[in-house]
């Protein structure tokens, strides 16, 4: 899972309850991602960073938020707003997210968040 | 807008036997166009990809995609399956030119299975 940490792995939270999940990188990457996965519909894009202080919805943003004060943070908070929270969360980062760019993204090992 | 299509959502190979994933996508122009393998509750990780020149592209762990641009298709080879190959693969394209979207779209995954 390369130099991206998510914390923690499993999260349990009560219905109405506003939850934070944590990403680092240490690979010095400028753009930074966050993903949902659920079963059998693969990834998708809830937002995305390209650089500090900057941030774009993807997707499937409503019900959640973010901030990147830092290049190597970019922490993701499920609100209340969000219908269906209970899911697999995936971070990703890579080099310069300009486009058009090759660069592959480098996953962490993802937090496994349940609401009931 | 673009896409890519992953048509297996699960394929099954005897252990030794070859395998192929298949993928086809569709994006304006020259794509950037990836490959990550998932295994249970753990972060994608990357394989290979494929910028420019030759067709065949080789990755990590044996497996090698073959970039046919006639008919929009990378898939995913290896010529020998092990066991431990058992896995949700992704396919992944990013567009070439500028004023697109250089967020990346992914395939659904298609689920491999080796049986020993």
């Known amino acids: 899972d390369g130099g991206i940490t998510q914390s923690p792995k499993y999260l349990f939270r009560k219905e109405g309850q506003n939850v934070t999940l944590s990403c680092e990188q240490n690979l010095n990457h400028d753009a930074m991602y966050w993903y949902r996965q659920d079963p059998g519909q693969g990834l998708r894009l809830i937002y995305y960073?390209?650089?500090?202080?900057?941030?774009q919805k993807g997707d499937i943003a409503e019900g959640y938020s973010v901030s990147r004060e830092k290049k190597e943070s970019f922490p993701l908070t499920v609100t209340s707003a969000q219908k269906n929270p209970t899911a697999f969360y995936l971070c990703a980062s890579s080099m310069a997210g300009h486009q058009g760019t090759s660069y592959e993204q480098y996953f962490g090992p993802g937090t496994r968040l349940t609401v009931t | 807008a673009q896409s890519v299509a992953q048509p297996e959502d699960q394929v099954n190979v005897a252990e030794g036997n070859p395998l192929t994933v298949k993928c086809t996508y569709s994006?304006?122009?020259?794509?950037?166009l990836f490959w990550y393998v998932q295994y249970p509750n753990r972060g994608l990780q990357f394989l290979l990809k494929y910028i420019t020149g030759d067709n065949l592209v080789k990755g990590s762990y044996g497996f090698e995609a073959e970039f046919n641009k006639s008919q929009t298709s990378f898939h995913l080879k290896k010529p020998s399956a092990l066991v431990s190959d058992s896995a949700l693969y992704f396919c992944?394209?990013?567009?070439?030119?500028?004023?697109?979207?250089?967020?990346?779209?992914f395939g659904r995954g298609t689920s491999l299975i080796v049986h020993p």
């Open positions: 994006v304006s122009g020259n794509p950037y």
């Open positions: 960073s390209q650089i500090v202080n900057d941030f």
């Open positions: 992944a394209v990013r567009p070439r030119l500028k004023g697109g979207s250089y967020i990346p779209t």
